[in-house]
């Protein structure tokens, strides 16, 4: 095929972005309106503004303040809630799946095959069908309103990432693994100091992707912690609406919407190196 | 005393391969022995499971008079180094170098080490020791300057020494090499080859190493194993496997270029045997008994020369120039021998004419099992 001219590719590119980043753009422009022009944005009566009139930079202290019942209070607990959430969840996906995606791809064990077509299968159920046993099972254990039912389940492995550690880790040469058994090393000593610090492009992935998932997870945190004081970031979002459903202070929602989306962002620039690499790779090789 | 004894060594893999048949060998004692043999004659397979990387289905493997069959490997006082080189991606030289000791050592927690000031103390005696053996092994492979470098800032014959000196930081009882000088070009391979030697002697220690290079075994071993077929052939010094091969199999392998071989049938001349071949009829030297009626007269290509007159006559096929010696082809009877004869001798021919070859007073002798005739 052909290749794309150079200045045609680039402006092809240009005219994606702006796709993808005009709802980002309209939420800054939004979040930055008076009440009233942004409850006309929302309903299109002025056109679509792709400029503040007047910037309300207040709007943002004021959209922390507000959310939940207490002025900050409940921002600094689903700040909180969210932060120790997705930390143990991050953690919990990364240990878990790398160490069981070593036990397929380097351990020999019987049944080893079928298991891992069992684990894959895991991946064709949705989550929604799972929802209520779980929450029975939850219930149970005594496990409602703890953020166990949120962080436990990440200790057990994620059947992507499994896929992903075991594809990358059989690429990594059997003799690393057996200089660090002359060395001294175990098993789990291997999966340590050797195999997780060479599956970094991976656990890149694995960590923004797990990260960004759980901090914008709503479900979750809703059908599992019923107390505002529990509520993470994206349940405390729905503090905005009204006791009807409805929208007042649209401005606000945004603002707060834009802060909690940050850690995101920022994650994903931090970490974007490693990240396109791990993809490539995955690509080319898994 | 470091002493390798393998008794009735067997491999069988699942599904009931043998890789590794009845395999009986005693390294001394700070000896050089080379496994040698062609690909998937079990040499690498005996190796690893001296290593303990692979399980023993059979037999007995003691290392410094202790059997080892249950013992892992980082228990054997072995130390390894690899085909690939298996240096650490992630770690620097210096870490590669000192891992395996820093698994052994007896104080490494750090949170003791920050709670207690003795075991401080005890710490940073063994990193001081440590460090010491490291830089040790680096200054006598001329590593010190690479340190601090990562493995993928190194040329090829840089990580192999490396991985050279990962081994000698142990001061293990036993050194396994596994075809590590297979990586490199012909040039460094030769260098490494020397290098490998003088640090022999210089260690004293016992050296297992395998190759598929029977110019390397023959370079580097007090004592070489041919293997085929998973099981041993002959064990012997070099001079030994080159003058007086057991089976036509180490005398076509071992040596270069390779022992022509005329194949004739047995007839009696005189007192003695003759071989009967395409070309004509050779007397077999005196005292040789052979039981069968096929026969095999192996002659090394550096013992054939040119003559005026001689049992072997052909037609020259090629003349490879190497130097001070060439290889010339000749095509003698459907039969093609080759001869390492000298430059000048090798000036004097011309590619397409007949020229004569001389009987050598040195020739091996097989029966038509490919064993050698007494």
Redesign the interface.
């Known amino acids: 095929m052909k290749s794309l001219r150079p200045w045609f590719q680039s402006a092809l590119l240009a005219a994606g972005s702006v796709v993808f980043l005009f709802p980002l753009w309209w939420m800054v422009v939004v979040s930055l309106e008076t009440p009233k022009r942004a409850g006309a944005a929302m309903t299109g009566q002025d056109g679509v503004a792709l400029w503040p009139a007047d910037p309300q930079w207040g709007n943002y202290a004021e959209a922390l303040a507000e959310m939940g019942s207490e002025p900050w209070v409940g921002f600094i607990n689903a700040l909180a809630n969210s932060i120790v959430v997705t930390t143990l969840v991050v953690i919990g996906t990364v240990l878990s799946s790398s160490l069981v995606g070593f036990a397929f791809a380097r351990l020999r064990w019987r049944g080893r095959g079928a298991l891992f077509t069992l684990m894959l299968a895991t991946m064709m159920l949705p989550g929604q069908v799972t929802l209520i046993p779980l929450f029975l099972l939850f219930r149970g254990l005594g496990w409602i309103d703890t953020i166990l039912p949120l962080a436990v389940p990440a200790f057990f492995g994620n059947a992507f990432f499994i896929f992903m550690y075991r594809q990358f880790i059989l690429q990594v ?1 059997e ?2 693994v ?8 175990g098993w789990l ?1 291997i999966w340590w100091t ?1 195999i997780l ?2 599956c970094r492009p991976v656990t890149a992935i694995c960590a923004v992707f797990t990260f960004i998932g759980t901090w914008n997870d709503f479900m979750g945190p809703l059908v599992y912690l019923h107390a505002e004081e529990q509520s993470t970031l994206a349940v405390a979002l729905n503090s905005f609406r009204n006791q009807y459903g409805g929208l007042d202070d649209v401005h606000l929602l945004m603002a707060a919407s834009l802060v909690t989306m940050l850690p995101c962002i920022l994650l994903f620039i931090a970490a974007q190196r490693q990240f396109v690499e791990g993809l490539a790779r995955g690509a080319v090789k898994g | 005393m470091a002493e390798v004894i393998l008794k009735s060594v067997g491999k069988v893999y699942p599904g009931g391969v043998r890789a590794v048949q009845g395999v009986d060998l005693h390294v001394r004692h700070g000896e050089f022995i080379v496994l040698v043999g062609p690909s998937g004659c079990g040499k690498s397979t005996t190796l690893r499971m001296v ?3 692979e399980e023993i289905s059979e037999g007995t493997i003691a290392i410094g008079g202790r059997v080892v069959n249950d013992i ?3 228990d054997r006082d ?3 180094v ?3 080189y ?1 240096l ?3 770690m620097t030289v210096g870490r590669n170098m000192a ?2 000791l820093e ?2 050592r007896r104080h490494g927690s750090l949170l003791r080490a920050l709670l207690s000031p003795a075991y401080a103390a005890e710490r940073r005696t063994e990193s001081t020791r440590i460090e010491a053996r490291v830089d040790e092994a680096a200054g006598l492979l001329g590593l010190r300057p690479l340190l601090q470098r990562m493995p993928r800032e190194l040329s090829g014959g840089q990580r192999q020494r490396v991985a050279v000196g990962r081994a000698i930081v142990r001061d293990p009882a036993v050194f396994l090499f596994d075809e590590p000088l297979s990586n490199l070009d012909a040039k460094l391979r030769g260098e490494m080859r020397t290098e490998l030697r003088i640090l022999h002697r210089r260690l004293g220690a016992t050296m297992m190493y395998v190759t598929h290079d029977q110019e390397e075994a023959m370079g580097l071993a007090d004592r070489i194993v041919v293997m085929k077929d998973g099981l041993v052939q002959q064990i012997g010094s070099p001079s030994e496997l080159y003058d007086r091969p057991v089976n036509r199999f180490v005398a076509g392998f071992i040596g270069t270029p390779t022992m022509n071989f005329i194949e004739g049938d047995v007839e009696r001349d005189g007192n003695g045997l003759a071989l009967r071949w395409p070309g004509g009829r050779i007397t077999l030297p005196a005292g040789i008994t052979l039981a069968t009626a096929r026969a095999a007269i192996g002659i090394r290509p550096d013992t054939l020369a040119p003559v005026a007159d001689g049992p072997f006559r052909g037609t020259v096929q090629s003349i490879e120039f190497l130097g001070d010696r060439a290889d010339v082809l000749v095509e003698s009877s459907g039969v093609r021998l080759n001869a390492r004869v000298p430059t000048d001798s090798a000036r004097a021919m011309r590619e397409g004419e007949s020229i004569a070859l001389g009987m050598p007073s040195v020739a091996h002798v097989f029966d038509g099992d490919g064993q050698r005739a007494t």
């Open positions: 040469p003799s690393l057996e200089a660090a058994k002359v060395d001294g090393h000593g050797v610090p060479l | 290593a303990g990387l892992a490997p980082s072995i130390a390894m690899f085909q690939n298996a650490y991606p992630h891992f395996g698994r052994r």
